[in-house]
C-alpha cells in the first residue's frame, strides 16, 4: 500500500519567487488536505478537497497561495510571489472519503520550503 | 486561540515502564479526536483515534481515553519501549474536515 508521496522533499528559494509543490494521495483516497506546520507548532490546516472540488479553505490561505486537484487525483499547491513568513513545512494528507466519517487523515513526509 | 491544547512541552519515562500524554480542548464541536506520532524528517504517522461516543479504545500497547465533561483525552501507552521516543501530536475534528492539532509533546524512553 503506497503512502501519500510528496515532492520535492526541501525546496530552497529566494524571496519573491514562485514554488510549487506536489501531492499524490494514497490510491483511491477521495479526500485530500494541505496543512502547514512551523517549528513547535502543530500542524495548521490550509485547504481541503473531496475530488477535485475544493471545499474548505483556511484564512491562513491568502491571496497569493492556490491549490489545484485537476481530476481529482494529484494535487497541486503553489505560492507566489514568496515572503520570508512562508518558510515552513507544507504537508498533504488523504482519506478515504467516499460518504465514511470519522475516518483518520494520513500523512506524507512534507515538503519543506526555506526561504532565502 | 489554541483549541487543543498538549501542556506539556517533554515527558521522560524509562522503558517497560507507562507513558500518559494528556491533552486538552475547548470546542464543543469537536467530536473525533486523534493521536499522531512524529520522528524527525517525518510526516505525522497515525496512531490511535477516538469517537465522542465512546470513552475508551485499546490498539495493542496504545489505549486512548475520552473525558467529553472534562473535554480531555489521554493516551497510554504501555510498556514504553525506546522506539516509542519521538513528538505526539493531538488532534480534533469536528464540524469540519480540518484537524486541529495541539503543539505536541516530545516524548523520550530511556533504555
Known amino acids: 500500500d503506497t503512502g501519500v508521496s510528496q515532492n520535492p522533499r526541501h525546496k530552497i528559494t529566494k524571496r519573491g519567487q514562485n514554488v510549487t509543490f506536489r501531492c499524490d494521495p494514497i490510491?483511491?483516497?477521495?479526500?485530500l488536505y494541505w496543512y502547514r506546520q512551523t517549528l513547535g507548532q502543530g500542524p495548521e490546516f490550509l485547504t481541503y478537497?473531496?475530488?477535485?472540488?475544493?471545499?474548505?479553505k483556511s484564512r491562513l490561505l491568502s491571496d497569493r497561495f492556490s491549490a489545484e486537484r485537476p481530476k481529482g487525483s494529484f494535487s497541486t499547491l503553489e505560492i507566489q510571489r514568496t515572503e520570508q513568513g512562508d518558510s515552513a513545512m507544507y504537508l498533504c494528507?488523504?482519506?478515504?472519503?467516499?460518504?465514511?466519517?470519522?475516518?483518520?487523515?494520513?500523512f506524507g513526509d512534507g515538503t519543506r520550503l526555506s526561504i532565502l | 486561540d489554541q483549541q487543543v491544547k498538549q501542556n506539556s512541552p517533554s515527558l521522560s519515562v524509562q522503558e517497560g515502564r507507562i507513558s500518559i500524554l494528556n491533552c486538552d480542548y475547548t470546542?464543543?464541536?469537536?467530536?473525533?479526536f486523534l493521536w499522531y506520532k512524529k520522528y524527525p524528517a517525518e510526516g505525522p504517522t497515525f496512531l490511535i483515534s477516538?469517537?465522542?461516543?465512546?470513552d475508551k479504545n485499546e490498539d495493542g500497547r496504545f489505549t486512548v481515553f475520552l473525558n467529553k465533561s472534562a473535554k480531555h483525552l489521554s493516551l497510554h501507552i504501555v510498556p514504553s519501549q525506546p522506539g516509542d521516543s519521538a513528538v505526539y501530536f493531538c488532534?480534533?475534528?469536528?464540524?469540519?474536515?480540518?484537524?486541529?492539532f495541539g503543539k505536541g509533546m516530545k516524548l523520550t524512553v530511556n533504555p
Open positions: 494528507a488523504s482519506s478515504p472519503g467516499g460518504g465514511l466519517w470519522n475516518q483518520p487523515q494520513h
Open positions: 490510491s483511491e483516497h477521495n479526500r
Open positions: 478537497f473531496q475530488n477535485e472540488a475544493q471545499l474548505e
Open positions: 470546542n464543543s464541536m469537536f467530536d473525533y
Open positions: 477516538i469517537s465522542s461516543i465512546k
Open positions: 488532534a480534533a475534528q469536528g464540524g469540519s474536515e480540518k484537524l486541529v
